[in-house]
């Protein structure tokens, strides 16, 4: 066997929540050869398999009575010209920043609004991550999943990904799909997406150019958000709620004053930090667990709070939202 099996790992240095939790089996894949190996071996001792990236995006509740693959299969890759684009192949395990800034080097754009999001390259396409009005599906050409159920290696185009606002096939409880590589279509030719206030005004009177889109994205983000090397936190915990226009207008007749982005001309997107904020969670603690006192829709985890204790906060806020406002949060990260 080319992968070696650890048993008993310790889970909270592997995500950034930093919630205290057992992995029964750990493995590192390198390459598809290591995946097909840890999959046969997950499937040999009937355990479950879940792949992990950074770590960026789960809460860990409790003991995993799995194997957890670490996919960290690398390589980038410039290929070939499509029209005024670029096609990059970059492997799922690389970092997801560490690629931004090396497209950047390379005079390659698309990414730049992406800009600082942790995580790798694999994970990605999984919620379809998003920034400051781009998201993963305006930027990616294809991905290669492996199947860890029938051992099929698939290509997905874009379309057949699904995705959605934080949303993909791939997110979906029980998808058994790995992604091993992603291809990017990156511009050669520059062209700014600016349509989010904060990143416009910071902008304003300077020369554009994508590093420049790239440093100042970085200086809002570390500006609210909390470091998760500093203060354990999965970025936003909820997602922002879409309702209809008939819903918006209700609450709109009451809280004029609540940010607002039209979807089309059915639904609205409302800003769940500023729902939460409303119902006085911001900077409120519970413990080691808290709301985060910049960004409402961050929890965070000053020390040893637990996922149980995460998911106990998270559910009081849920609720309290949906007894104040009428709307149903949704929890953002995987919870396992
Ligand atoms: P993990 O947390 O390791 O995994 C997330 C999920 O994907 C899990 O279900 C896992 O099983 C699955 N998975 C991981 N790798 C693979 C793979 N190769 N194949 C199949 N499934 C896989 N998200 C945004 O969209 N926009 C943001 O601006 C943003 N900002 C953030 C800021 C902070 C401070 C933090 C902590 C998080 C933020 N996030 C943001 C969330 C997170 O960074 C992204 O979702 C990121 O893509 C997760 O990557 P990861 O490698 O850490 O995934
Ligand atoms: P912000 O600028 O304070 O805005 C609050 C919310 O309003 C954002 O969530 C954003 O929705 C929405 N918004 C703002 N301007 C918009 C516009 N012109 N059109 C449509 N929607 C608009 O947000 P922030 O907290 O500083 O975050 C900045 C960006 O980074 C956002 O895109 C956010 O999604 C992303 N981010 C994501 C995570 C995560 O874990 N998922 C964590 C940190 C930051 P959207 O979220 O739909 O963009």
């Given at each position: 066997m080319d992968i070696t099996i650890a048993r008993q790992v310790a889970l909270k240095p592997h995500h950034t929540l930093g919630c205290p939790a057992i992995a029964e089996c750990w493995v590192e894949v390198h390459s598809l050869n290591q995946l097909v190996e840890a999959c046969q071996y997950a499937k040999h001792q009937q355990l479950r398999m879940l792949p992990l990236g950074g770590g960026s995006n789960v809460v860990f509740t409790k003991h995993f009575d799995g194997v957890i693959a670490k996919i960290a299969i690398l390589g980038k890759q410039v290929g070939a010209k499509q029209g005024g684009q670029i096609i990059v192949e970059v492997g799922a395990g690389e970092n997801w920043h560490e690629f931004v800034c090396w497209t950047l080097q390379r005079g390659?754009?698309?990414?730049e609004n992406l800009s600082l999001i942790p995580g790798t390259v694999g994970a990605a396409p999984i919620q379809n991550i998003g920034a400051y009005g781009v998201e993963l599906k305006d930027v990616m050409a294809s991905l290669w999943a492996f199947n860890t159920e029938n051992e099929e290696l698939k290509q997905f185009s874009v379309d057949e990904c699904q995705f959605g606002y934080r949303d993909?096939?791939?997110?979906?409880?029980?998808?058994?799909w790995v992604i091993t590589k992603v291809d990017f279509k990156l511009n050669t030719q520059f062209k700014p997406q600016l349509s989010y206030q904060p990143l416009k005004q910071q902008l304003a009177g300077k020369t554009i150019t994508p590093q420049i889109v790239s440093d100042t994205v970085c200086q809002l983000r570390l500006s609210k958000l909390p470091d998760p090397d500093v203060l354990g936190n999965a970025g936003s915990f909820f997602k922002n709620p879409v309702v209809s226009i008939e819903q918006f207008q209700s609450i709109y007749k009451v809280h004029p004053e609540i940010p607002h982005y039209p979807v089309d001309s059915q639904q609205m997107k409302l800003a769940a930090g500023w729902l939460i904020e409303q119902c006085d969670f911001k900077g409120h603690y519970q413990g080691a667990v808290g709301v985060h006192d910049k960004q409402a829709l961050v929890i965070v985890n000053?020390?040893?709070?637990?996922g149980a204790e995460v998911m106990a906060l998270a559910n009081q806020i849920t609720h309290k939202v949906g007894e104040q406002f009428g709307i149903q949060l949704e929890v953002e990260p995987r919870v396992y």
């Open positions: 390659l754009s698309g990414l993909s096939l791939f997110k979906r409880p029980g998808s058994p000053s020390g040893e709070g637990t």
